[in-house]
C-alpha cells in the first residue's frame, strides 16, 4: 500500500510486518519515532505476540536485547549517536555472541560539541563490532532493508544495523510503499535460532575464552561476514522478485559506463550526487555514481568491478577521522590495491553542514581536472578556524573551542552570566 508516510512511521510498520517478538527501547532524537512507533502497534493489538520493553538506557536496551536474543526471540532496537556509544561494549557483546539482532541506527553527529544533527560518525564508530551494516538511501529503501535484514541476521545468526540518516530521513515524508502481512510472511520465515538457552539443554553462551582460542572465534566472526557478501546480492534479487522492486545489495552503480570520475558514497546524499552526474553528463563529463549499500561487510570485488576503467574516485564521506581523514576511502583504496587510482577523500555533511548540488558541481570539475587535495573539506569555513588557530596560538588560555567559534560566527553573542 503507497503511503504519504514519515520516515520512522514507515520503518516502524516494516519492522511491525516481520513479527518480532520482544522490542527493548530508549528513545535518543532522531531515532524515537521509529520506537514510538513500534510501541503503539504493539498497544494497538496490530503487532501481536510482542513484548515492548522499556528500559533505563541505551546500553540496558541492547542488554535486554542480548539476553531476549540468546532466549530465542526475534529481537529489534533502534538508536543513535550517543545511544550507540553508551551501548558499545553490548554491540561487541552481541557480535561476538552470534546473535541476530536488527538494530536501527538514525544516523546523528557524536558530541561534543553537542550536536543533534546527521552524519555517520556514530554507525562509523561501530565499523568494526562485528555487525553487517547496510545504509539506505531512500525511505523506501529504508523500509525494505528491515525486512532483509532480519532475515540475512538469521541465516547467518549475525547482528544487522540499518542506518538511516538522521531528519533527512527520519523525519522526512515520502511516498513509500509498505507491503502486506502475507508479502512479508512469504519471504521472512518463522525465526529459527541456531543457538537458544534452554532448561533441557544445558549449555553456555558467553563463556570466557582464552588465547587457545580466541583467534579462532574472531575468525568465524569475520567468517560470518565473508559470508554475508556472498548471501547479500541473493537475497535482494529475492526481494525484488517478492516485492516487485529493488533494494540492497552490495553496491548501486549510477551512469558509471565509460565514466572517468565515480563518485563513492553512502546514504540519502547518493540523491543529491545522481542529480549533479545527470547535469554533467549532459554538459559532456563523463562521470558516474556508486552508491555503498553493504559497508560492512565491504564490497571490495563489487567495487571493483562497479568502478570499471575509471581515472580518479572521489569518496564523499560524513564523517571524519582525525589524523587520517576518511574511513570510505580507506576501504576503498583497498579495493584498488591491484590499480593504484587516484582516490580523494572529501568530508562533507559534519552535524549536518548542507550539501549542495552548487557545491557538489564544484568540487566534481576539479576532481575531475585532478586538482583535489588528498583530504578536502567541503564548504569548511576557513576564516572562523583561522581566527581560532590564531587565537590559539597568541592566548594560551584561548578558551573552549566551540564557544569561541560561535562567537566568531555570531559577533553579537553575549555570554550570559549564570
Partial sequence: MIKQIEGSQAVAEAVALCRPQVVCAYPITPQTHIVEGV????????????????????????????????????????????????????????????????????????????????????????????????????????ADLHIQAFKLAEMISCPVMVCMDGFILTHAYERVDIPTQEQVDAFLPPFEPVQELDPDNHYSIGAMVGPDAFMEVRYLAHHKQMEALERIPPLAAEFAEVFGREAGGLVRPYRTEDADTIIVAMGSINGTVKDVVDAKREAGMAIGSVGICSFRPFPLDALRDAIGDAKRIVCLEKSLAPGLGGMLASNVRMALRSNPLPVYTVICGLGGRVITRKSLSGLFDKAAGDSLDDVTFLDLNWDVVHQQLERARDHRQSGPIAESLLKDLNPGLVRRAS
Avoid at 536501527?104 to 561534543?112: D, E, M, S
Wanted: hydrophobic share 45%; proline share 2%.
Fill in 39 to 142: 510501541g503503539a502497534l504493539v498497544k494497538s493489538g496490530q503487532l501481536e505476540n510482542c513484548e515492548f520493553i522499556n528500559v533505563e538506557s541505551e546500553f540496558a536496551a541492547l542488554s535486554v536485547g542480548i539476553g531476549a536474543s540468546a532466549a530465542g526471540a526475534r529481537v529489534y532496537t533502534a538508536t543513535a549517536s550517543q545511544g550507540l556509544l553508551f551501548m558499545a561494549e553490548a554491540v561487541y557483546n552481541a557480535a561476538g555472541l552470534g546473535l541476530p539482532i536488527v538494530m536501527t541506527i538514525g544516523n546523528r553527529a557524536i558530541g561534543a560539541p553537542i550536536n543533534i544533527w546527521n552524519d555517520h560518525s556514530d554507525s562509523m564508530s561501530m565499523k568494526d563490532a562485528g555487525w553487517i551494516q547496510l545504509h539506505a538511501e531512500t525511505n523506501q529503501e529504508a
